[in-house]
């Protein structure tokens, strides 16, 4: 299958190299900013950085690594092109957003897909690794979830189907584990610096992963954050 990728979020390269090595082949990526073309120029040195009309064009499968609120305005600009078409498979990683926004490539005949892994991206070669070891929140029409969960497992990742009605409860639940999670290691931090202690991240990092071990393993009880400060 032709893989093309367009946008500049580091998370675009990293999934193109993997699917590279399932034995997919890159065509093309489009992308704008200097740091992103640094990206796949030490990830995929050997992919044409191309326009996107061109990437999409001759795309089998278009992955759309843009924020949440470019992607209705770029896949509508896209489908008013007449690049989208039957069994052409489109994917966006947004946590925010289904497949749903996708609307104007399945308009044509695409098959939309969301993907979200569920990790921070460094867009270098090391995300290939922690890629081999985390989740990715796929939503697909419901005859065509086998696809997304396919794509996900060809990344060396596990799959979890998300439906379209689940996606806000999954987009909050992700931004309270990503934000809450970073502002209390943060503040702890802190504290250490203040008094004076060096290496603090050294010092609780122990701690931390041991405490999110702990709280992933319990019974889940809904809880405030504000309670927990």
Not at 80 to 91: E, H
């Amino acid at each position: 299958m032709k893989i093309g990728v367009v946008g500049d979020d580091p998370a675009g390269p990293v999934l193109a190299k993997a699917w590279a090595a399932a034995g997919h082949e890159l065509i093309g990526v489009f992308v704008e900013s200097p740091e992103a073309i640094d990206r796949i120029e030490a990830l995929i040195p050997d992919v044409p950085i191309a326009n996107m009309a061109a990437v999409v064009e001759d795309a089998d499968l278009v992955l759309l690594a843009i924020p949440s609120s470019d992607l209705e305005i770029t896949c509508a600009g896209l489908a008013d092109l007449g690049l989208f078409g039957p069994k052409k498979i489109v994917v966006h990683l947004s946590p925010l957003v289904g497949y749903s926004v996708l609307a104007d490539a399945a308009r044509f005949g695409a098959i939309p897909i969301a993907m979200h892994p569920v990790m921070h991206f460094t867009g270098t070669s090391m995300d290939l690794t922690v890629l081999k070891n985390t989740s990715i929140a796929v939503s697909a029409p419901e005859p065509l979830t086998p696809i997304a969960e396919a794509l996900a497992i060809e990344l060396g990742a596990e799959p979890m189907v998300i439906t379209e009605d689940q996606r806000a409860a999954y987009a909050e639940a992700f931004e309270v584990a990503n934000s809450f999670s970073s502002l209390v290691v943060r503040q702890a931090l802190g504290i250490l610096e203040d008094a004076g202690i060096q290496n603090p991240a050294r010092l609780i990092a122990p701690v931390v992963r041991s405490a999110v071990e702990t709280a992933l393993s319990q019974p889940v009880s809904k809880i405030d954050p504000k309670d927990a400060l």
